[in-house]
């Protein structure tokens, strides 16, 4: 039992915090099998290595909307093009709309929902020396099954 009630009051405003994430998360996973049904847009990144470095660009077509995948580490994202709104439901922020350029540093966790209201265009950058690219999406990305089975 927590006595101080300055405490109380933080713990018990996480503890909603973090309910509303639950329900947020599980509302993207609705909405993720529920978009799974409609026509999708054929999404081609570029991949590029350099020595120590893995960089991901990936140009999204103006009025798509995207569930991305969730990111199992920290890296920037960077919107070279474009005008987007995105909510990073991962690590329960509000939906913010964005102009490029704009660069940010993504957490782990990170599961980015967004709308693209022009041509955009991303960049990420990630640590890595692997160029085969599914060792990269199993070391960058946290497999859909392992987040249907984490507990609620």
């Known amino acids: 039992m927590l006595k101080d009630p ?8 996480s503890m909603l915090a973090h309910a509303r994430s639950q329900e947020v ?7 993720q099998e529920d978009l799974r049904q409609l026509p999708q847009v054929e999404l081609t990144p570029v991949h590029r290595f350099t020595e120590g470095l893995y960089t991901r660009e990936l140009a999204i077509p103006a009025d ?10 920290e890296h920037p994202v960077f919107l070279l093009k474009g005008r987007v709104t995105i909510r ?3 690590a329960g922020e509000e939906a913010e709309t964005i ?3 704009r660069i940010w540093t993504s957490k782990p966790g990170a599961k980015r929902v967004l709308y693209t209201h ?5 960049a990420t950058c990630h640590a890595s020396t692997e160029t ?6 199993a070391f ?13």
């Open 6 to 13: 300055e405490c109380a009051a933080r713990y018990e405003e």
């Open 25 to 31: 998360a599980k509302a993207v996973r609705i909405a």
């Open 64 to 73: 798509t909307f995207v569930i991305g995948k969730t990111h199992r580490h």
């Open 88 to 90: 990073d439901v991962g």
């Open 99 to 101: 102009e490029a350029p």
């Open 118 to 122: 022009t041509d955009c265009v991303f």
């Open 132 to 137: 085969d690219l599914d060792k990269l999406e």
């Open 140 to 152: 960058l990305i946290v497999p859909e099954t392992e987040l249907l089975e984490a507990p609620e």
